[in-house]
């Protein structure tokens, strides 16, 4: 895989899917304790959804960004191939999205989303993460939760 690109002079990355894997991601996201524990709760799910089938989960937030202090990270699962009984019995927390999934963001730092890609004809939550709240386009992180180890 390719190095994950610098970021544009708005601090976030350019344009597209950026595929990484874990160590890159640790890397460049985890320059202090703070970041650090966002990652922690990032590879607790990660683990999890690999566990129940996940392939491929998308990144996205103020995490992605050059923020020093982000107040959380986005993260959309795809539920394809996913066996959801397995992931409801190991991680509940997964869906719950009550108070704007308040129990994820205390348990992982962040909150995660499934997406479905085989829903056609609607604006995907992953469409949605490919935009600036300006409206414009963003790059966002890819991860083969298939593949960690």
């Known amino acids: 895989m390719k190095k994950i690109p610098d970021f544009n002079a708005f601090g976030e990355l350019p344009e597209g ?3 990484a894997e874990w160590d890159k991601i640790s890397l460049r996201f985890g320059s202090n304790i703070h970041r650090k524990k966002m990652l922690a709760g990032l590879k607790m799910v990660f683990t999890q959804l690999k566990i129940a089938g996940c392939k491929h989960v998308y990144l996205d937030g103020s995490f992605v960004t050059n923020k020093q202090f982000p107040n959380d990270f986005d993260a959309c699962w795809d539920v394809t191939g996913v066996d959801v009984s397995i992931l409801f019995n190991i991680i509940p927390e997964l869906f719950d999205f009550n108070n704007g999934r308040l129990n994820q963001k205390m348990l992982f730092y962040g909150e995660f989303i499934p ?3 085989s829903k056609t004809g609607t604006y995907s ?4 993460f490919q935009y600036n709240r300006n409206g414009q386009k963003k790059g966002i992180i890819g991860i083969k939760v298939d593949e960690l180890k």
Request: aromatic letters at 30%; hydrophobic letters at 50%; glycine letters at 0%.
């Open 17 to 19: 899917i950026h595929w």
């Open 115 to 117: 997406y479905d890609p």
């Open 125 to 128: 939550i992953l469409e949605f």
